[in-house]
């Protein structure tokens, strides 16, 4: 198991959107690893790390490299393979990969935030769900549907804000299913072919996901301006270049300049640790900010955008996402500052008439109570830890998909996207 640590996830890469081998990475621009592990169980340095392999596993598995970063997520070996995940909670000081060999290790992994963002849980409980698939296939039984849609509810719980973790494990189970009736006697390995077709396929939209987001979105950042962004929707929360901040990845490939300011966001610092640290990697002008001095960046007309990610957004646009976010859209209504949220549709729940609805994860007390290994909450003082807020669809500018920018957030702009 990998090392318990309560810092919070990081993850990919910069070189813009491209697939590892087609655009290198830039000279002098590798990340930074400073650290490794320790060699305990289910963890890989990266000097250990071999980005592929020869098992025939689609290539879509295999992209996004930057330097020495390992990818966020990748299935490594054939049907009896590991899921890879890039430890989150480790960087920026280490960079290590968890190895993961069963539905359980996953849910483990994303309960820890070792791997974090809804789209990269999303993709990660898809592929952990085919761990599970792959014991079946080697017993060469006969697969038990029901045993599987067991597996795929405890994965789906394992963070209940994020929508795109249930959204991608019910795909799986779909496809399995359907090969099922397609063919009534099919064996285990028969649908551990149709599910991990499917878990490859996610993964892939995925990136051309992030890409189309980056490129609807990429206008909108001001040149010469300033970009304030909360938490990390970057290549660390997805398996592309991530959702707000490709917006800032494809601007950076058009020749914009621009000035980001990224929130610390406590109290697990993804700000701090993720999004400065491929924002840098990427060479990205970023500095952090501790989140109570956003309010007075755009006071001081320092800050002309924000642009954040989401865990769900509800059929009428209410965005649940990191907590801090909803004061951060009354801060940028006041200072009349463009608020914007970057999000595929698998991030949409229409089931969900409104932000009331969204389930709200809250997460330990001991998260809040420490900052590392230091004590830094009273005894005797109670804490409440809300991962998300949920900011109305009213405060945000727009909404920036892969199907383009929905302007004004109502219930009808986003229906069209679904039409």
């Known amino acids: 198991m990998a090392t318990e640590n309560r810092l919070e996830p990081a993850s990919r890469p910069l070189s813009q959107c491209q697939e590892h081998g087609k655009l290198p ?13 320790r060699n305990k169980p289910g963890m890989t340095t990266v000097s250990d790390y071999r980005p592929f392999d020869d098992a025939g596993v689609p290539r879509a598995i295999q992209s996004h490299q930057v330097g020495k970063l390992p990818p966020t997520i990748e299935w490594s070996g054939g049907r009896d393979g590991t ?68 597996v795929g509810a405890l994965l789906s719980a394992a963070r209940p804000t994020a929508v795109n973790l249930s959204w991608a494990v019910k795909r799986v189970l779909c496809a399995i299913e359907r090969a099922a009736r397609a063919t009534p006697r099919a064996d285990a390995l028969a649908l551990w072919n149709a599910g991990f077709a499917e878990a490859v396929a996610i993964l892939a939209e995925d990136v051309e996901t992030c890409r189309r987001i980056g490129e609807h979105g990429a206008a909108l950042v001001p040149e010469g301006g300033g970009v304030l962004t909360h938490c990390n929707a970057g290549a660390l929360a997805t398996a ?18 621009f000035q980001v300011y990224a929130d610390e966001t406590r109290p697990l610092l993804q700000g701090a640790r993720l999004t400065a640290f491929e924002l840098a990697a990427a060479g990205i002008d970023v500095t952090v900010v501790c989140d109570g001095v956003a309010a007075a960046l755009m006071g001081t007309r320092k800050i002309d955008m924000v642009v954040v990610g989401a865990d769900r957004i509800a059929a009428n646009g209410d965005t649940a996402n990191k907590i801090g976010t909803y004061g951060l859209a009354i801060a940028a209504r006041h200072h009349g500052v463009p608020f914007y949220v970057a999000a595929p549709r698998s991030t949409f729940d229409r089931g969900l008439s409104s932000g009331a609805e969204i389930p709200i994860e809250t997460r330990s007390e001991e998260e809040l109570r420490h900052a590392g290994s230091r004590v830094v909450v009273a005894r005797g003082a109670g804490v409440f830890n809300p991962a998300f807020d949920v900011t109305p669809a009213g405060m945000i500018t727009g909404l920036v998909t892969e199907k383009g920018l929905l302007q004004p957030v109502t219930t009808g702009e986003i229906a069209k996207i679904f039409g």
């Open 25 to 37: 990475a830039p000279p002098g621009r590798d990340l930074p690893v400073r650290g490794t592990s």
């Open 83 to 150: 899921l890879r995940l890039l430890d989150q909670t480790l960087l920026p000081e280490q960079v290590a990969v968890r190895e993961c060999r069963s539905a359980a290790d996953v849910c483990d992994a994303i309960r820890r935030l070792q791997v974090r963002g809804a789209p990269a849980i999303g993709v990660a409980a898809a592929l952990g769900l085919c761990l599970e698939l792959s014991r079946s296939a080697a017993s060469g039984g006969v697969g038990d549907a029901g045993a599987w849609g067991r």
């Open 240 to 257: 592309g270049c991530g959702t707000a901040l490709a917006l800032l990845y494809v601007a950076r490939e058009r020749g914009r300049r």
